[in-house]
Structure formats: C-alpha cells, structure tokens
C-alpha cells in the first residue's frame, strides 16, 4: 500500500521521478512483489528507478540487443549491484566475499569504481535478494549506493601517512553512516526484516534529513589529504580538505558545488569545481554536511533533472548567498580557510612504508577491472593475498587496489604472493596508462554513446607509441574517458579526455590540472581514432620540445595557446 506525498512548492512541474519517490512510501514502491514475478527477468521503470537507492540498476547486454531483438526475445537483462566501502575500506574477509559473490551470481569480476566501491555485473533478477543478503552477512550494503541520497563517502587512502588516514578514514566511515536513509525499506525488502508500516504524515521521523522526497538528484562527498588530491575533491558536491598542524588533524576546509556531469548540446550544462567557502573544526564535520544537503534538499531542482545537481543551486543564487544561508543553519560561522598545498592526485604504486609502521603495496589495475586474464591470472593472486592477509584491502579513487596495513612479519609472504601471480604495481607499465581512468560504458550502461573501459587501454597502447617517441613514457599524463557526458571516470578533470558522442566518436578535451583544480576545454569534436592520434603526436611532441622544468601537459597545452584555462564551469563552454 502506498500512500501519496504532497510535493513542496518547486519553479516549474515535478519530475516524473519526483513523483515516483512520492508514491514509493520510503523507497518501497511494488519492489518486493516485482522481484518475486517470474514472467520477466526485468522490472518496471519506476521500480528501476527505486532500484537505485537500493544500490542496483537494471541493465541488458546490449552486445546481444539487436540480435534477440530479431529473435523477438526480452532483452537480457541483468542487475548492476554496487556495494559501499566507506573511505574504500574491506576487510580481506570481505574481499573474499565480493570474489565469491562475483562467481556465484556476478559475471565472474568486480569493477572498482572511481568512488572506492564494489560493482557486480551480470547478476539475475532471481538472485539479487541471496546476494544482497549475502553481501550484509560479511558487515556490508548497498543502500544509497546509488540514488538521490548521499553515496558513497570517498576518503584519501593515504599509505605514507597512516595516522592521519586513520583518523581521517573514521570521518568518512561516520559521514557514510549518518547521511544513510533511515527508511526500514531496504531491510524489509532485501533482509526480510518485520514490515514496519510508515506513517506518511510524518516523515520527519522516518527521514528526519531527507524528508520523504529526498534530494533532488545524488550527493557526493569526498575527503582529501594535501599533499594528495586523488579524490578530486573539487569534483564533488561537497569536499572536505584535511588540514594539518604539526602533524595533527585539527578541521577540513570545505568546498561545495563541484560535479562532472553534462549534457551534449546543453550549454547550461557544464562540470563545475567545488568552491572554498571556510574552514571547520573535524568534530563539526557531521553538522556541516547535513546542513548543507538540507540547502539542497530545499532549493535544488526537482523539475528537471539534468539541472539538479547542487552545482546548479550553488551557481543560481551564488557562492555568498550559500554561505550564508549554511551558518544560519549551523548557528554559527565558518572560520577562514586555511592554507593547504596539493601536489598531485595519482596513486604511488608498489611497497611504501606508513609512518605506523605498516606496509602498503599499491597494485595497478587497468580501469577497475579485476578478473583472470589468459597470462595473467590477478583475480586469484587477490583472492590467495586475502585469505592470509591480516590487514584491509583499499580500493583507490584511481581504480586501483592497496593491500594495506601489512606487518613487517608477513611483508615476504605477501610479496611471494604478489611475485608468484605477477601482481604488477604498474613498473612496467608508462606513466601514461597508470594515469589513465574510464568508466564501464558499453556493454552494460544503458547511458553509454561509446565504449571506454573496453577502448581506453587500446588507444592507450596507440598514444604510447607516440610518448615513447617524444621520451615522454615516464612523463604523468593524466587521461580519462568516458562513454557518455554524465562523467563517472570525471573526466573534466583530465589533462587529456575523451567523452562519448557516437559509437567509435569522442569529444577530445585538453588542459585540466594535474592537482585537479581546474577543469579541460573542448579541443576537438567528435572524433575518431585516427584523428585523436593525428591531434595528439604534433602536441606531444611539442610538450616534449618545449614545456618548462616540471610544467605539465594540461598547464602547456595552456600556455602554447592551444586552449584556454577554465577555472569555472560557468565558462567551460565559451
């Protein structure tokens, strides 16, 4: 049974998905009898789109779409479950349960995303409850992984200065726990709690921040360490920046309004980057994030939706008219920012040592992807590390894995592991495909115009040819691509990006920073193969030729003249 909300006075008509939330009485909508009908191995859209909150999105393989089209066959659907790791932290126990998870319902991998989580593919609609309940057996979900809710909370993983990851981890992991639904949807549906009948008039005790309606789109947290941004941190709605004295963590600047995603052909679109507007003691950083979603939950879009983002609210009404508004709500003030310095935002591969004492191996994984390839066998040398590894595993903002917190006592054991299944750290990769990021694109993402993560490697190996040419192999580029513009691997923030356009055509962007403080700009429109590497190979090695001690490519390619710095997405499109 569910019960009608009425919506709260917004500029223009509700979204049809505003309406759906309404309806779902708390994110419950028909979910439970959907999943229980087997004359359809999908769901209705609405229900798809409550899925989300619930961490799952219905997809089909649209490598067989036209061909069951002519069979007149359903399409093969299939469930994407993303599964939370607050600050991208697992237990090896719970490696081994995401591994077992991906063989026995999954596609037989796992996708480590750009927000530190877990991604299954491939899993069918009658085996979606026994993996979410197995998946809460080993002390983990995927409620608000996905939705209009806050998702994952990103956190500088940090190996070098272990102390303050600590620390810093624990915020993450109580910002994760205090911004999730309070809704007993997830429970009833998936864990088979008691059905807890939700009074509908009044939803301040069932979603005392949310409200019934919850955001107007998704919110996205991260927490950065100078000198490390690589959680692009103004790439979120809300950043948070460690701020050390002495060693010691004593608050966060915050920086609100970042996002990467955009539309084709819409130039009120755009990425933007989050924007400093003081600093807080750490033990206020709860007070502060919730106060600043209730400013969205009041004053985003809930018309329409590609201009909801918290980034568009922000850019409405200004920077001021924000703070403002926040410390009315806190009931006091933001302190002045203070002084931070970011040096770069990639991953340090192989051994390092933290400042505790621990080891920390830091292994490349191309895109994400974690499975058995014919010469190298990496999913089963991760799952041999996890059954005797006694520290955590941390999934990187980069995609890649640390096999973290490894006492001096088991460093050799370990290290025989990763030498046996030849477990790379990247050494023998170039500094180019280290720095390289995409998303999963085709053939599950239903948004995808192109491939990424399937293409992305192969163009790589192309580009290589030209920076081993130019002597540039040990050069850090930083390259993204995406399949769409709605900028999951955020490729706003690369020094060289590609975005989806058509099948086999990218948009070519060119000039962000290498710290992530300042975004790309159009260089080349929809473009193939050819014509990215005939554009690529006179810039290179012109970088090569002529670029400054210690300049990177996105600051030359300013310099030359080649595009223009955008340091707002208000002018990403002139």
């Known amino acids: 049974m569910t019960t009608k909300i009425t919506l709260p006075p917004q500029p223009g008509t509700p979204s049809d998905v505003e309406r759906i939330k309404s309806e779902s009485n708390y994110l419950r909508g028909t979910l439970a009898e959907t999943m229980e009908n087997p004359l359809s191995s999908g769901i209705p859209d609405d229900d798809n789109r409550l899925m989300k909150f619930h961490g799952s999105y219905l997809q089909d393989d649209r490598d067989v779409r036209l061909e069951r089209q002519r069979q007149k066959l359903e399409p093969a659907y299939q469930f994407m479950i993303r599964v939370r790791a607050p600050g991208g932290v697992a237990t090896a126990e719970q490696w081994l349960v995401m591994d077992r998870l991906a063989h026995k319902y999954g596609n037989g991998t796992l996708k480590l995303t750009t927000r530190q989580a877990f991604q299954m593919h491939g899993i069918l609609k009658w085996n979606m409850k026994k993996s979410i309940q197995e998946i809460n057996e080993a002390l983990m979900d995927s409620l608000a992984a996905c939705g209009d809710v806050n998702r994952n909370v990103m956190c500088n993983p940090n190996p070098y200065q272990s102390d303050v990851h600590e620390e810093v981890y624990e915020w993450s992991a109580k910002l994760s726990e205090y911004l999730s639904p309070r809704t007993n949807a997830y429970h009833e549906i998936w864990l088979d709690d008691e059905k807890v009948i939700d009074s509908q008039d009044d939803d301040v005790e069932v979603e005392p921040m949310y409200g019934a309606l919850y955001l107007p789109r998704k919110f996205k947290i991260g927490i950065a360490v100078p000198p490390n941004n690589d959680v692009d941190v103004y790439s979120q709605d809300l950043g948070f920046i460690a701020i050390l004295e002495e060693g010691k963590l004593v608050g966060f600047n915050v920086a609100v309004g970042g996002g990467m995603g955009m539309t084709h052909g819409d130039t009120k679109t755009y990425p933007q980057l989050g924007r400093i507007i003081g600093f807080c003691p750490a033990e206020k950083i709860i007070e502060v994030a919730e106060k600043i979603i209730t400013i969205q939950r009041d004053y985003g879009n809930r018309s329409v939706r590609k201009y909801a983002r918290f980034k568009y609210t922000i850019d409405t009404r200004g920077v001021e008219w924000v703070l403002n508004e926040l410390n009315e709500r806190l009931g006091w003030e ?56 006694a520290g955590d595993f941390r ?124 975004l790309n700009k159009l260089y080349r429109e929809n473009i193939g193969e050819e014509e990215i590497l005939a554009l690529l190979k006179p810039l290179l090695f012109q970088y090569a030729r002529e670029r400054n001690e210690g300049e990177h490519f996105g600051d030359f390619v300013i310099r030359a003249g080649h595009v223009k710095a955008v340091q707002s997405g208000l002018d990403f499109h002139e």
């Open 334 to 389: 933001l302190e002045p920012a203070r002084d931070f310095r970011f040096e770069h935002n990639g991953d340090r591969y192989g051994w390092v040592k933290g400042s505790n004492g621990k080891w920390h191996f830091t292994l490349f994984i191309q895109n994400g992807r974690v499975q058995d390839f014919d010469d190298y066998p990496m999913m089963t040398g991760l799952r041999e590390i996890a059954k005797v590894h």
């Open 395 to 518: 999934l990187s903002p980069n995609q890649n894995l640390i096999i973290s917190n490894v006492g001096e006592e088991d460093k050799e054991k370990i290290n025989a592991l990763i030498q046996q299944y030849g477990l790379s750290g990247g050494e023998h990769h170039s500094a180019l495909r280290r720095s390289s990021m995409a998303c999963v694109a085709l053939p599950t993402c239903g948004l995808a115009m192109a491939e990424a993560e399937r293409y992305l490697p192969e163009l790589v190996g192309k580009i290589e040819g030209i920076v081993d040419e130019a002597g540039l192999r040990d050069k850090e580029i930083i390259i993204r691509m995406s399949g769409c513009p709605n900028g999951c691997s955020r490729p706003g923030l690369g020094e060289i990006a590609f975005i989806g356009k058509a099948p086999g055509k990218y948009n070519m962007y060119l000039g962000a920073g290498f710290t992530g403080d300042r």
